[in-house]
């Protein structure tokens, strides 16, 4: 079975400071990882996503992501954080040959002015 | 611009009553997905289906139904409506294949009073 872990619930950086989302994954496989963003009452968006090809991943708005098979992560990062960053941030997983997404509990990213 | 659409965008309804949730997507993806959001459980995973006639339970499946005739809609059906079903729901779609990226509604936020 395939899951994920955020570390936390709730991330609270000052505008133009570093963004770090933490995530765990557990898989039997070599799964795809994603990271989703909801912003208030919105739809979710995708940001990036992992499918093997590099472990370091670039999305947009200036967010990457590293894939480290050997801690079982796949943390989401940005080096200065803006006031539109402010969002919920949601890692997810998928099984390879399945569609199927499981997604986290989610992270709430608070910018402060 | 091909989309995803949903509604109605917000519902209240009493328990015991059957609603219908729409979703109705242009892009002619295959995939179409199903979720719910609660805070704290991030999206828990309802029904899919991969094409026309195929439809499949997710993991918190119980007391909902959809049916696919075409491969633009994928209505969910609350066949009598419980307080526990008020959540917010996601439709996504996505085309297929390797970490397939999915694609969201702007969601509807269901009240069971």
Redesign the interface.
């Known amino acids: 079975a395939q899951s994920v872990t955020q570390l936390d619930s709730h991330v609270s950086v000052s505008e133009g400071t570093p963004v770090l989302l933490r995530c765990n994954y557990s898989s039997s496989y070599s799964p795809s990882l994603f990271w989703y963003v909801q912003h208030p009452n919105k739809g979710l968006q995708l940001l990036l996503k992992y499918t093997s090809a590099a472990t370091l991943v670039k999305g947009i708005n200036g967010f990457e992501a590293e894939f480290k098979k050997s801690e079982t992560s796949f943390h989401l990062t940005k080096p200065s954080a803006h006031m539109s960053d402010a969002a919920e941030y949601f890692c997810v997983v998928s099984p390879p040959n399945d569609y199927k997404l499981s997604f986290g509990a989610g992270t709430t990213v608070t910018v402060r002015a | 611009d091909a989309e995803i659409t949903q509604s109605p965008r917000h519902k209240i309804t009493e328990t015991g009553r059957q609603v219908t949730l729409a979703c109705h997507q242009t892009w002619n993806h295959n995939?179409m997905?199903w979720?719910r959001q609660d805070l704290?459980?991030?999206?828990?995973?309802i029904h899919?289906s991969?094409g026309v006639q195929d439809t499949n339970k997710?993991e918190v499946s119980d007391g909902y139904s959809v049916s696919r005739s075409n491969t633009e809609d994928l209505p969910l059906t609350l066949e009598s409506a419980a307080s526990s079903q008020t959540s917010v729901y996601?439709c996504?779609s996505?085309v297929?294949g390797?970490?397939?990226?999915?694609y969201?509604?702007?969601?509807t936020r269901l009240t069971v009073l």
């Open positions: 995939n997905f979720y704290g459980h991030g999206l828990r995973l899919y991969y997710g996601f996504a996505s297929g390797q970490a397939d990226t999915q969201f509604g702007p969601g």
